[in-house]
């Protein structure tokens, strides 16, 4: 049997909040609630298990979503007119900035609960075009 990720629980301070926020940005859909959960599934059916957490218990995770680059777009748009502060790098220097990394286009911003989003057209590794 192969290896595949299914589904990951992300710590936020309010689940159905950050579910929506990572959903509206990237056109996803917001699941219905199983139990303590709020799940966002991505295209290759990976699932987000939102859980409100106390905010101690939150620890800033980073996760990296691939995208076509009609979604960076949109999503890119959307991110610009919600007045999110955005980044074309992890630490965070290069402020309302795009990379252009791999031969892609991409860019980092925080969600509600503090964890660094990133969007990125071109997997990491991708050599750049010439």
Known sequence: M???LNHTIVHSLNDLESAKFLADL?????GDRMGPFIPVTT?????????????????TQH????VS?????TAFE???EAGI???ADPHRTRVNEINHNHGGRGLYFVDPSGHYMEILTSPYGTPAAS
């Open 2 to 4: 192969s290896v595949e």
């Open 26 to 30: 990237l056109g996803l859909e917001v």
């Open 43 to 59: 295209a290759n059916g990976v699932t987000l298990d939102y859980a409100t957490v106390p905010a101690e218990d939150i620890t």
């Open 63 to 66: 996760y990296a979503f691939l």
């Open 69 to 73: 680059d009609e979604v960076f777009d």
């Open 78 to 80: 959307r991110i610009k």
């Open 85 to 87: 502060t955005y980044y």
